[in-house]
């Protein structure tokens, strides 16, 4: 058998809640560090994505995975439509998120009423000028933000076969998608908008989540066509650690939990990175279904482990803050306290407690120790 069947065949028994042979290491490395770390100069890279293949393949050959798989944000299509919600530094290429409100507080009631024509009409203008632009112009830029867009995701879907197969480490994500009430937070009101709307307008809010829904599965299944297989969505969640916990259960929750229910039911696996400490919100999560990946940053693995692992997957949780400052031997130490928490009878992946960025997340020599000791240690016996 391949390192590739070898690495796909462990990392779908953890992410089935079996055991497999020993504990799955997965890549969490952007684009951004692949490229530092590469020696690349970012701008060239970010927009020639070919070079992105090439950063990966010094990745792997460098620290041991068992799964990746990248994705990104590239300059490109965010400039071909003006963007304002996703912003391109002209400097370096990085694509930043500065906070922005598409939809005033006062036109909930026409989102509500029809999500897809106040989205058209109203937020893509006011995001992304270049689509809403006068006469034809307007509607060539749809073609040249929709033409950019495939060919940019055809050349990373193209580069993360390429680099899988040569190094064994097959792709454990393909698309993404948001909670619907991220999305209102997110692209509609800004993080301020969303947290007045919360205290201020809180049904409107709650309903424009819940009409929110079937566009994220749209989304969900835009970005990944092909349920099943080893690929999951990945759903980063952000507004819950700001809110409190009856606000949560009122507004975030029933339609977060609806958009899980139904993406799961069609045969998809959500890999959800839980942001912060979700330590108040476990009875919740107890009601997901299988089919849950729990990329957890801040929580007790050993304590997520007994409330949710016979629900979910879980991985996460292994600091950069140490992998940054720490020695080796403290690196490791600590990988081993995760390990014995968290692995015991399988259902785990281990891997970094948020994505690395920059090549400054971590040093180098800690990474590879701590990778290359869980391969070795982390054997079910």
């Known amino acids: 058998m391949s390192k590739y069947q070898e690495s796909l065949e462990r990392c ?21 560090f692949a490229i530092e770390y590469a020696g690349f100069d970012m701008k060239e890279a970010l927009w020639n994505v070919d070079r992105i293949a ?3 393949s010094k990745v792997y050959e460098d620290f041991y995975f ?42 909930y009631d026409e989102y509500i009423a029809d999500p897809y024509k106040t989205i058209v009409n109203k937020v893509v203008p006011r995001l992304y000028p270049a689509l809403a632009a006068e006469g034809m112009e307007g509607g060539l830029n749809w073609a040249r933000a929709i033409n950019a867009n495939n060919r940019i995701m055809g050349k990373i879907v193209a580069g993360n076969n390429l680099v899988a197969e040569k190094y064994g480490v097959p792709n454990l994500r393909r698309g993404i998608t948001e909670a619907p009430f991220d999305f209102v937070a997110d692209q509609l009101r800004g993080f301020s908008g969303a947290s007045m709307d919360i205290r201020r307008h809180s ?9 929110s829904t079937p566009l994220m599965a749209k989304l969900a299944r835009l970005s990944n066509p092909t349920p099943g297989g080893s690929a999951s969505i990945f759903m980063p969640l952000h507004m819950p650690s700001y809110m409190r916990t009856k606000d ?4 975030y929750w029933p339609s977060f939990k609806a ?5 799961v039911g069609e045969g998809y696996t959500i890999q959800v990175f839980f942001e912060k400490n979700w330590t108040r919100y476990y009875e919740f999560l107890q009601d997901l279904p299988k089919g849950v990946i729990g990329y957890f940053e801040e929580d007790d693995l050993g304590v997520v482990k ?13 600091p950069l803050s140490i992998l940054r400052t720490g020695t080796v031997q403290q690196c490791v130490d600590t990988a081993k306290e995760i390990i014995d928490k968290a692995a015991p009878n399988g259902g785990y992946l281990f891997t970094t407690d948020k994505s690395l960025l920059t090549v400054k997340d971590v040093k180098a020599e800690n990474f590879r120790a701590v990778n290359e000791f869980v391969h070795e240690y982390g054997i079910y016996k």
Do not use: W
């Open 259 to 263: 958009l899980i229910d139904e993406l």
């Open 203 to 211: 049904e409107q809010i709650r309903q424009a989540a819940e009409v």
């Open 248 to 251: 949560f259960e009122k507004l």
């Open 306 to 318: 007994e409330k949710l692992g016979k629900k979910m997957c879980i991985m996460g949780n292994m």
């Open 66 to 107: 068992d799964g990746g798989g990248y994705m990104g944000r590239f300059p490109l299509f965010y400039k071909v439509m003006q963007s304002k919600s996703f912003v391109p530094n002209d400097s370096n290429g990085y694509v930043q998120h500065p906070e922005v409100s598409g939809l005033e507080a006062e036109e």
């Open 12 to 32: 779908q028994k953890a992410v089935n809640l079996e055991q497999p042979d020993r504990i799955p290491v997965i890549c969490k490395v952007d684009p951004t």
């Open 54 to 56: 090439e950063a990966y």
